[in-house]
């Protein structure tokens, strides 16, 4: 699967920005993920859609902030980021994999599959 994200920018304090991913495939069958890294950090996770989109799953940091969505028919994966503040700063990847089980969902080396990266800059 080849993952293309797109959507990252700078954006004040509070402000609002939405990333998309686009699959190469059908993406039904796959657990598709948002992770972000900063610098001089390790890559976190940040939330995630299981297969068959049977569950959401979100880092504790984004939650109620930030919403995790996929539309299997244009085979994407979007986050809709919302009151976004400084530390959200980070390069955000796209991630899937189609056999990853449910209990390794936060773990970045569970997933076979990346996008390039998409930098969100978070700034007054």
């Known amino acids: 699967v080849q993952l293309q994200a797109s959507g990252g920018g700078s954006v004040q304090p509070g402000g609002s920005l939405r990333l998309s991913c686009s699959a190469s495939?059908?993406?039904?069958?796959?657990?598709m993920a948002w992770f972000r890294q900063a610098p001089g950090k390790e890559r976190e996770f940040v939330a995630a859609?299981?297969?068959?989109?049977?569950?959401?799953h979100y880092a504790e940091s984004v939650k109620g902030r930030f919403t995790i969505s996929r539309d299997n028919a244009k085979n994407t994966l979007y986050v809709q980021m919302n009151s976004l503040k400084q530390e959200d700063t980070a390069v955000y990847y796209c991630?899937?994999?189609?056999?990853?089980?449910?209990?390794?969902?936060?773990?970045?080396?569970?997933?076979?599959?990346w996008g390039q990266g998409t930098l969100v800059t978070v700034s007054s």
């Open positions: 859609a299981f297969r068959w989109s049977s569950s959401i």
């Open positions: 495939r059908r993406t039904s069958a796959t657990t």
């Open positions: 991630a899937a994999d189609t056999s990853l089980i449910l209990s390794r969902v936060r773990e970045p080396s569970a997933y076979d599959y």
